[in-house]
């Protein structure tokens, strides 16, 4: 049995194409691997907040040194990461907003990328923790942006993951879904049958098309 991490970040409900396709990869997940555990964390629904003096002073000092809010930060970041190392596989369903990934699905990783669980620093360079796992990044724009300069989403995720150590990678896009009805409806047919591929017997790579 695996645990399975899935990260949602739309503002949007029922009309959100990321949640859509989620879905549609909850039920196919299930469907292949019936014993696995899934754990769904909606960063949109419920929010993560932000980086603040409290998160890094709870990082930075001993246990008997912490104000309360301190200590109520670290509980939160311990929950989100402890989520992330007890995960097998995980799965990120990230909108562009404005070019990059949602707020919230940053403050999500600020609480989770820390040194000593997620990471740790060695004397020649920082050595990421979290490996021997797969991450699935599934990103929905509204424009065409994959391998532009204005994409500013696939390559912070990438490096942020391969940094924590995570190098089954795969990244599936469902672009240009605001450019028509057309452009949308080939888009989520595109990423839905790249879902579909995560399950088949391939080597972990990054899949952009």
Not at 190 to 203: M, S
């Amino acid at each position: 049995m695996s645990n399975v991490l899935i990260i949602e970040s739309s503002i949007r409900q029922e009309e959100s194409v990321s949640r859509q396709l989620t879905l549609k990869f909850i039920s196919q997940w299930r469907v292949a691997h019936p014993t696995d555990q899934i754990i769904i964390r909606d960063v949109a629904l419920n929010p993560i907040p932000h980086m603040d003096a409290n998160l890094l002073g709870s990082w930075m000092k001993p246990a008997g040194q912490r104000s309360e809010s301190e200590q109520a930060c670290l509980e939160r970041s311990n929950e989100l990461v402890n989520e992330l190392v007890k995960a097998d596989v995980l799965f990120i369903a990230s909108p562009m907003y404005n070019f990059t990934l949602p707020s919230t699905l940053k403050a999500c990783l600020d609480h989770e990328i820390r040194a000593g669980v997620a990471f740790k620093y060695t004397p020649a360079r920082a050595q990421g923790l979290l490996t021997g796992k797969r991450a699935i990044i599934l990103t929905v724009q509204g424009g065409i942006h994959a391998d532009d300069s204005s994409d500013y989403q696939e390559p912070y995720l990438r490096q942020v993951l391969l940094f924590l150590g995570i190098h089954g990678l795969t990244f599936i896009h469902a672009e240009g879904i605001n450019v028509s009805s057309i452009f949308r409806e080939k888009a989520i047919r595109h990423a839905t049958a790249l879902l579909a591929r995560v399950f088949e017997p391939l080597p972990p790579e990054s899949i952009t098309d």
